[in-house]
Nanobody
Framework: QVQLVESGGGLVQAGGSLRLSCAAS????????MGWFRQAPGKEREFVAG????????YYADSVKGRFTISRDNAKNTVYLQMNSLKPEDTAVYYC?????????????????WGQGTQVTISS
């Protein structure tokens, strides 16, 4: 089992920044690919960013490319999502997810473990 706890969400104005953190416990963190997903009201959960166990491979949704950066610190068992130039359409609950493996997957079904989510609200 892997336990994931997100933090860092909040309310910011458009153009602002937030950094989300996801602390993992329970298993060897470096064995897991990590991902961030988000879900807005009335919409399906969507992939935001993913990172390989080493941190050398990252993927982003087109909607956040160039604005968001995913990173990880395996010594701290933590994955981060730096979000800059935030837009009202980024408003959602953001979830951290983990899968045991080496390939970064961009679908929610591929992930084994999920955090409880953190709310991000961007005002216009």
């Amino acid at each position: 089992q892997v336990q994931l706890v997100e933090s860092g969400g909040g309310l910011v104005q458009a153009g602002g920044s937030l950094r989300l953190s996801c602390a993992a416990s329970g298993r060897t963190f470096s064995n897991y690919v990590m991902g961030w997903f988000r879900q807005a009201p009335g919409k399906e959960r969507e992939f935001v960013a993913g990172i390989s166990w080493s941190g050398r491979v990252t993927y982003y949704a087109d909607s956040v490319k160039g604005r968001f950066t995913i990173s990880r610190d395996n010594a701290k068992n933590t994955v981060y999502l730096q979000m800059n130039s935030l837009k009202p359409e980024d408003t959602a609950v953001y979830y951290c997810a983990a899968l045991r493996g080496t390939i970064v997957v961009r679908t929610a079904e591929g992930y084994n473990y999920w955090g409880q989510g953190t709310q991000v609200t961007i005002s216009s």
